[in-house]
C-alpha cells in the first residue's frame, strides 16, 4: 500500500466566499445566502481535492472563521479582551475571554461535517481544536461564581462532544490542532504549561477507547498565519518527548519548515510511542515557492531512514489559511503544493517498494 498522504486543514477561501463575508458584515448579503457561498466554497474544495488525488480530503475550514474560535463563534458570555498570541513579524491575534458561565460549544464539527460528506467520495479527515487551546479564554482572575475547576469540567465535556460529532458523523479520522503546544514553550520555558496542556488533553483522550484513539491524531506547527509563525525558535526537541505522552494514535507533524529536519527525525525516531502513526510535513504553506515532486520524495525519503515505514505518512506543515481572513497565500498556489505533496509521496512509495 502506498504511503498515506494527508492535507492539514484549511484552504484560503475563494475571492467570491471573501466578498460575501464582507458583504455580510456590512450587511448587504443576508445569512442564507451567506451560506450558499460557504457551501459552494466548501464543494470546489473537495472537488479540487479529489482531483489531484487526494486519498483524503478535508473541506479546507472553509466556513470557521477560525481554526480555533469556531466553537465560541455567536456566545453572549464573551468579551474581545482575552490572551494576545504574538508572531514573529509583529502582528497579533486576540482570543475571546470568558466573563460568566456557564461554558458551552456554540458550534460542533458536526455541522461541518454534514455538509462536507455531501460532496466527498473519499475518507474524510475532520480537524477540531484541542480544548488546551480554549483553556486560554478563562481569565486569569477567575469567575465569581465559577470556578476554573468547573470551566475546565464543562470544556472537556464540550470538547469531547466535538470530537464524537466528528467520529461518530462519519469522520475516517479526526485531527486535533495543538498548535499552542509549542508558543508555550515561549510563553513558559520551564514546560510547566505545556505540561498542563497535555495533562488537559488526555483528560479528554482517555474518554475514548484504543479503538477510536487510534483514529483520533494530533497536529504541531509553529502557528501560521500571514506569512509568519508564532513559535518557530522553539526548540523541537523540548516540546516532542512530551508531545509524544499525548495518548493519540496519529501525530502529524510540522518538518518542511524546520532548519534541522534530520535532528528533528532523531528525536522523533526516539520518542515515537510503539504502534502509533507519524505524518511528517513535507509542504511550508509559508513558502511561496512551490515544493517539485522530487524534493518531497527526497524529505520523505530521509524521514524513512529514520522512521518506520510502515508507520510513515505524508502531510502539509500547517494549514493555509487558519484565520479566515488570512490572504497571504493564493488557491492557486496552496493547490499546486498539495499536488506536489501527493506527487511526491507516490514518487516515495514507489521507491521504497511500498
Same mark, same amino acid.
Given at each position: 500500500m502506498p504511503l498515506p498522504t494527508e492535507p492539514i486543514g484549511s484552504i484560503p477561501r475563494p475571492a467570491a466566499?471573501?466578498?460575501?463575508?464582507?458583504?455580510?458584515?456590512?450587511?448587504?448579503?443576508?445569512?442564507?445566502?451567506?451560506? $450558499?457561498?460557504?457551501?459552494? &466554497?466548501?464543494? *470546489?474544495t473537495i472537488a479540487q481535492l479529489e482531483s489531484?488525488?487526494?486519498? =483524503?480530503?478535508? @473541506?479546507?475550514?472553509?466556513?470557521?472563521?477560525?481554526?480555533?474560535?469556531?466553537?465560541?463563534?455567536?456566545?453572549?458570555?464573551?468579551?474581545p479582551d482575552g490572551a494576545i498570541i504574538p508572531f514573529a513579524d509583529g502582528h497579533t491575534r486576540q482570543l475571546p475571554r470568558l466573563t460568566a458561565g456557564p461554558f458551552r460549544y456554540a458550534?460542533?464539527?458536526?455541522?461541518?461535517?454534514?455538509?462536507?460528506?455531501?460532496f466527498a467520495t473519499v475518507p474524510i479527515k475532520q480537524s477540531v481544536i484541542a480544548p488546551s487551546a480554549l483553556s486560554l479564554i478563562y481569565p486569569a482572575e477567575g469567575i465569581d461564581g465559577y470556578p476554573r475547576e468547573q470551566f475546565l469540567a $464543562?470544556?472537556?465535556?464540550? &470538547?469531547?462532544? *466535538?470530537?464524537?460529532?466528528?467520529?461518530?458523523?462519519?469522520?475516517?479520522? =479526526?485531527?486535533? @490542532?495543538?498548535?499552542?503546544?509549542?508558543l508555550s514553550l515561549a510563553l513558559d520555558p520551564s514546560g510547566a504549561l505545556l505540561d498542563s496542556f497535555i495533562a488537559l488533553n488526555n483528560r479528554v483522550l482517555d474518554r475514548?477507547?484504543?479503538?477510536?484513539?487510534?483514529?483520533?491524531?494530533?497536529?504541531?506547527?509553529?502557528?501560521?498565519?500571514?506569512?509568519?509563525?508564532h513559535s518557530l525558535g522553539v526548540d523541537y526537541a523540548q516540546l516532542l518527548p512530551r508531545l509524544f505522552s499525548l495518548h493519540a494514535g496519529r501525530f502529524y507533524v510540522q518538518l518542511a519548515s524546520e532548519a534541522e529536519?534530520?535532528?528533528?527525525?532523531?528525536?522523533?525516531?526516539?520518542?515515537?510511542?510503539?504502534?502509533? &502513526?507519524?505524518?511528517?510535513?513535507?509542504?511550508?504553506?509559508?513558502?511561496?515557492?512551490?515544493?517539485t515532486p522530487e524534493q518531497i520524495r527526497d524529505r520523505v525519503l530521509a524521514a524513512a531512514r529514520r522512521l518506520p515505514v510502515e508507520r510513515l505518512g505524508t502531510c502539509d506543515d500547517c494549514g493555509f489559511a487558519p484565520f479566515g481572513d488570512d490572504v497571504s497565500t493564493s488557491r492557486d498556489t496552496a493547490f499546486a503544493k498539495i499536488r506536489a505533496r501527493i506527487q511526491g509521496t507516490a514518487a516515495a512509495s514507489e521507491t521504497l517498494g511500498v
Amino acid at each position: 500500500m502506498p504511503l498515506p498522504t494527508e492535507p492539514i486543514g484549511s484552504i484560503p477561501r475563494p475571492a467570491a466566499l471573501l466578498d460575501a463575508i464582507q458583504g455580510h458584515t456590512a450587511g448587504r448579503i443576508d445569512d442564507a445566502t451567506l451560506a $450558499d457561498h460557504y457551501v459552494t &466554497a466548501v464543494k *470546489d474544495t473537495i472537488a479540487q481535492l479529489e482531483s489531484l488525488g487526494s486519498p =483524503v480530503v478535508t @473541506d479546507g475550514e472553509q466556513s470557521k472563521p477560525s481554526f480555533v474560535t469556531y466553537p465560541l463563534h455567536g456566545l453572549p458570555n464573551l468579551a474581545p479582551d482575552g490572551a494576545i498570541i504574538p508572531f514573529a513579524d509583529g502582528h497579533t491575534r486576540q482570543l475571546p475571554r470568558l466573563t460568566a458561565g456557564p461554558f458551552r460549544y456554540a458550534t460542533t464539527v458536526g455541522e461541518y461535517l454534514r455538509t462536507a460528506r455531501q460532496f466527498a467520495t473519499v475518507p474524510i479527515k475532520q480537524s477540531v481544536i484541542a480544548p488546551s487551546a480554549l483553556s486560554l479564554i478563562y481569565p486569569a482572575e477567575g469567575i465569581d461564581g465559577y470556578p476554573r475547576e468547573q470551566f475546565l469540567a $464543562d470544556l472537556l465535556d464540550n &470538547a469531547e462532544a *466535538d470530537i464524537r460529532a466528528a467520529l461518530d458523523g462519519g469522520a475516517d479520522s =479526526v485531527q486535533l @490542532d495543538f498548535t499552542e503546544g509549542r508558543l508555550s514553550l515561549a510563553l513558559d520555558p520551564s514546560g510547566a504549561l505545556l505540561d498542563s496542556f497535555i495533562a488537559l488533553n488526555n483528560r479528554v483522550l482517555d474518554r475514548f477507547t484504543p479503538a477510536e484513539r487510534g483514529r483520533i491524531g494530533i497536529h504541531t506547527c509553529p502557528g501560521g498565519d500571514q506569512d509568519s509563525t508564532h513559535s518557530l525558535g522553539v526548540d523541537y526537541a523540548q516540546l516532542l518527548p512530551r508531545l509524544f505522552s499525548l495518548h493519540a494514535g496519529r501525530f502529524y507533524v510540522q518538518l518542511a519548515s524546520e532548519a534541522e529536519p534530520d535532528r528533528v527525525l532523531a528525536v522523533i525516531a526516539e520518542h515515537l510511542p510503539p504502534e502509533a &502513526a507519524i505524518f511528517i510535513g513535507v509542504i511550508d504553506p509559508i513558502d511561496p515557492t512551490v515544493e517539485t515532486p522530487e524534493q518531497i520524495r527526497d524529505r520523505v525519503l530521509a524521514a524513512a531512514r529514520r522512521l518506520p515505514v510502515e508507520r510513515l505518512g505524508t502531510c502539509d506543515d500547517c494549514g493555509f489559511a487558519p484565520f479566515g481572513d488570512d490572504v497571504s497565500t493564493s488557491r492557486d498556489t496552496a493547490f499546486a503544493k498539495i499536488r506536489a505533496r501527493i506527487q511526491g509521496t507516490a514518487a516515495a512509495s514507489e521507491t521504497l517498494g511500498v
